[in-house]
């Protein structure tokens, strides 16, 4: 089956310490995205990769890092510069389409998040 | 200024009525596209529905339809006979063009959607 996978689904750290997410997908999208969701809120885009070896910062990027070293993973780092790292995290991936009318689609697949809580 | 605006924090619906989720969208781009997203409490985004600026049609996906009125800047989501297991937050985005070639989804506060027996 192709989709998005994030592991650990629940992870817990002590303050002070790096963690990275892992985020792998099997649908030979070039495109992946990081978001952040916090309780109550929508998702905010902390990074996007459009190509291997290639990111940009999204809105939130500060104290988060990322690698695009092959097309099907995305791992995002939390390090300890991040001052409210708990959060839900969720990493997206999409493809280039258009619809019948010429337009960009670009929906988004999302994986089933990593809910991070540090202490 | 908030791109998406979602009013509706939390909404009851009686099963297999419909109810309507309000989404309202501020963009100066002329090529635009608006989704909808459901978030069960097990926190996946699951897609709905998707409209393009360009489409002549409101977009329609079993009992999911689009109420899209371009001129009101409105993209409202419409589910036809509510089940339990529409019970879930409700996320309206919008894509966004970013980098000059690239683009990003922003996502509106959401609607909490609570469907009754």
Redesign the interface.
């Known amino acids: 089956d192709g989709g998005i996978t994030q592991s650990p689904k629940y992870l817990f750290r002590k303050e002070g310490q790096n963690v990275t997410l892992s985020c792998e997908q099997n649908l030979n999208h070039d495109a992946m995205y990081w978001y952040r969701q916090d309780p109550g809120q929508g998702l905010r885009l902390i990074y996007y990769s459009q190509i291997v070896n290639d990111f940009q910062k999204g809105d939130i990027a500060e104290g988060y890092s990322v690698s695009r070293e092959k097309k099907e993973s995305f791992p995002l780092t939390v390090t300890s510069a991040q001052k409210n790292p708990t959060a839900f995290y969720l990493c997206a991936s999409s493809p280039y389409g258009e619809t019948s009318t010429g337009q960009d689609f670009y929906e988004q697949y999302f994986g089933p998040g990593t809910r991070l809580t540090v202490t | 200024a908030q791109k998406?605006t979602q009013t509706q924090p939390g909404m009851f619906v009686q099963e297999k009525e419909a109810v309507t989720l309000d989404c309202t969208y501020d963009t100066s781009d002329p090529?635009y596209?608006l989704?909808w997203?459901k978030q069960p409490s097990?926190?996946?985004?699951?897609?709905l529905i998707?409209q393009?600026?360009?489409?002549?049609q409101n977009a329609t996906e079993g009992r999911y339809s689009l109420n899209f009125q371009k001129a009101r800047k409105s993209a409202n989501l419409v589910i036809s006979a509510s089940q339990l297991g529409d019970s879930a937050m409700y996320?309206c985005?919008m894509?966004e063009l970013?980098?000059d070639s690239?683009?990003?989804?922003i996502?509106?506060?959401?609607t909490r959607l609570l469907v009754r027996p």
Do not use: T, V
């Not at chain 2, 097990?42 to 897609?47: N, R, V």
């Not at chain 2, 996502?107 to 959401?110: A, H, I, K, R």
């Open positions: 998406i090529s596209g989704f997203y097990s926190g996946e985004m699951i897609f998707y393009g600026s360009y489409d002549q996320f985005a894509r970013w980098m690239s683009y990003k989804l996502f509106g506060s959401g």
